[in-house]
């Protein structure tokens, strides 16, 4: 059972890099989103997709844009990182219907120096 | 603006004892609540939830409580045991878009 997997697990960048985070489930969900979560702020959404074709800013989407490239993938693209971005990423999905839970990948650490 | 606040950074909790955990949040929209633990270097798993119309659901050890007119949940674990040591968060959502989490809790389980 994949679930949602997401590529790449670590990565270093410098500042004004550009890199993208890509996930994909297996799941048939309509939903997916990106969190990034920091030390004592929890979860932040940065940025959802409702269905494919569709996507819409969260708490946090300066910085990022993202791809729903078909109803499976959602990448998270970064085109200028900034130490600010330093965090860990998660990628998750759901049926998109009340009462649905949604599932997260493992996480991704990215480090922008 | 945090619409969904957990208060306590972190908890220590004897093993066999009760564990709660709170979650306050100010968006009366909400309509389903949700549970999740998050242990290190790994992605938050789904615990236990509960929808905007009941005030309690139960799992096993865990149950969610729902005060609507306070705008408060908790989680209770009983009995704790060493297993739940990990990140919990409260998170919640209106019409199963944009969840919304709370900053986590740490709950240790001391022996």
């Known amino acids: 059972n994949a679930g949602v997997t997401q590529t790449p697990k670590f990565q270093v960048l410098k500042t004004g890099q550009s890199m993208t985070l890509q996930c994909a489930q297996d799941?048939?969900?309509?939903?997916m989103y990106w969190y990034r979560q920091d030390p004592g702020m929890g979860l932040r959404l940065i940025y959802y997709?409702?269905?494919?074709?569709?996507?819409d800013k969260g708490e946090v989407p300066n910085g990022y844009n993202v791809s729903r490239l078909n109803k499976r993938e959602f990448s998270l693209r970064l085109e200028s990182a900034a130490p600010s971005q330093t965090s860990v990423y998660f990628c998750?999905?759901?049926?998109?219907?009340?009462?649905?839970?949604?599932?997260f990948g493992e996480g991704s650490w990215l480090t922008v120096v | 603006d945090q619409q969904v606040k957990q208060n306590s950074p972190s908890l220590s909790v004897q093993e066999g004892r009760i564990s709660i955990l709170n979650c306050d949040y100010t968006?009366?929209?909400?309509?389903?609540f949700l549970w999740y633990k998050k242990y290190p270097a790994e992605g938050p798993t789904f615990l236990i939830s509960?929808?905007?119309?009941?005030d309690k659901n139960e799992d096993g050890r865990f149950t969610v409580f729902l005060n609507k007119s306070a705008k408060h949940l908790s989680l209770h674990i009983v009995p704790s045991q060493p297993g739940d040591s990990a990140v919990y968060f409260c998170?919640?959502?209106?019409?199963?878009?944009?969840?919304?989490f709370g900053q986590g809790t740490r709950l240790t389980i001391n022996p």
């Open positions: 998750a999905s759901s049926a998109g219907v009340t009462g649905n839970t949604i599932y």
């Open positions: 799941m048939n969900h309509n939903s």
């Open positions: 997709s409702a269905s494919e074709g569709t996507t």
């Open positions: 968006n009366s929209m909400f309509d389903y």
């Open positions: 509960i929808s905007s119309i009941k």
């Open positions: 998170a919640a959502t209106i019409w199963a878009q944009k969840l919304v």
